[in-house]
């Protein structure tokens, strides 16, 4: 199984970025999937997940109405669309596959497999 993120870069604050993970491996429709992120100095924390078919999507607080989760299961892609970029918002961003339970969630022990990250920073 291998989880590929992509899409990182160094933007301006306001700015927008599309984060994108391809799947190989697995089948996508059978995993819940997330997207996670560590800043310099902090823990790795939740950013957004979404279902298996996409009817359910949940977000951080931070970042509620500023990102949007979307999945092409054709593709075998998840995306992470950020719009309204803070510089409180640079870290590197990870993606998670989740084997569906039939609940998402922020916990990182629900997350089977991990991509390796995609670093994004904003300046201010």
């Known amino acids: 199984v291998q989880l590929q993120a992509s899409g990182g870069g160094v933007v301006q604050a306001g700015d927008s970025l599309r984060l994108s993970c391809a799947a190989s491996g697995l089948t996508l429709s059978s995993y819940a999937m997330g997207w996670f992120r560590q800043a310099p100095g902090k823990e790795r924390e939740f950013v957004a997940a979404i279902s298996p078919g996409s009817s359910r999507t949940y977000y951080a607080d931070s970042v509620k109405g500023r990102f949007t989760i979307s999945r092409d299961n054709t593709k075998n892609t998840v995306y992470l669309q950020m719009n309204s970029l803070k510089p409180e918002d640079t870290a590197v961003y990870y993606c998670?596959?989740?084997?569906?339970?039939?609940?998402?969630?922020?916990?990182?022990?629900?997350?089977?497999?991990w991509g390796q990250g995609t670093l994004v920073t904003v300046s201010s």
């Open positions: 998670g596959a989740d084997r569906f339970s039939g609940s998402i969630g922020r916990e990182q022990w629900r997350y089977d497999y």
